[in-house]
């Protein structure tokens, strides 16, 4: 059906607005139209596609193992506190008088070890620091690969990326990759984005899901992907619609779906069921339903052409922060 691979993502710059439940929908729908498809958790810090799509148990784990962390030689160190100093994430503590590093904030980024005048820091390679899990077939029929940092470990976004090549490996060649994103703009969110072809973004009408979706958008712009809008909860606040709208118009975002507020939602998540599944004719399954079939219906099948009419013509600039801020020396 799709002759190559197409990743699309579905992303918020806001938690909670139902990005997981619009996901688990198009998931569905997909697979109903018979598309060759994974879905990937994408969410490294709080997966839970999992839970709404009722997979219980996995198929396969695998640990993954990050590059390296830092600690101390308690023989070589005097004790100088340049480590500490120069850390960039303040990962070297001192405790009466003695310098530690603490491996759940080290990323391991050598600076500290470029500037100890005594070489008393070493690496330790390849710490595990999470999981990604294999789900062969969900009740839905297709597979899910989901990742899950430690808590505590930095670097949730290169898992994500590890979570990306083993769903492409899962996929095989063409077809849809679906992905799930984790709610904001940090890191896990730009490894989700990187080399997506298309973009659900999912709001909700309240001052502080429009000023997210705008930094959401910044960063689909950046990557020159292709967005679409879906509005959830549409009518808690149908004043605030006509600015969401405005500012899809203004930037070439079509509008797919819009989703009312229903209580059906959260009942169907306490149970732990796709919400389309436990309650089909309320309100929001069916709305879900329209704006699923819309995106496996109608756009997918010409992906390139909806493509070529709403990617971004330039690409966002990207500002490095430390070029940013100002107030550095
Ligand atoms: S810079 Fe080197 S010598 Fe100084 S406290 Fe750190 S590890 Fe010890
Ligand atoms: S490797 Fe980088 S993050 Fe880790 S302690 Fe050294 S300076 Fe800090």
New binding site residues.
Partial sequence: MLDSKVELVVASGKGGVGKSTVTSSLAIVAAEHGYKMVAADADAEAPNLHIVLGVASWDREEPYYEG???YILEDKCTNCGV?AE???????EEKGGKYW??PF?????????INCPEHA?R?KHRVQAGWIRLREKTKYGFPLVSGEITPGRPNSGKLVTEVKNYASKVLGGEGLLLVDAAAGIGCQVISSLTGAHLAVLVTEPTPAGFSDLQRIHRLTKHFMIAPMLVINKYDINEEFIETIEEYARAENIPIVGRIPYDPAVPKSMAKGVPVMEAYPSSPASKALKEVSEKIAGEILPKWREFRSKYKPRKPEPYIPLILHDTSRG
């Fill in positions: 390296r962390v830092a480590c120069v850390c960039p994430l303040g990962a070297v590093i603490n904030i080290c990323e391991g980024c050598i600076t500290c070890s820091i690496y």
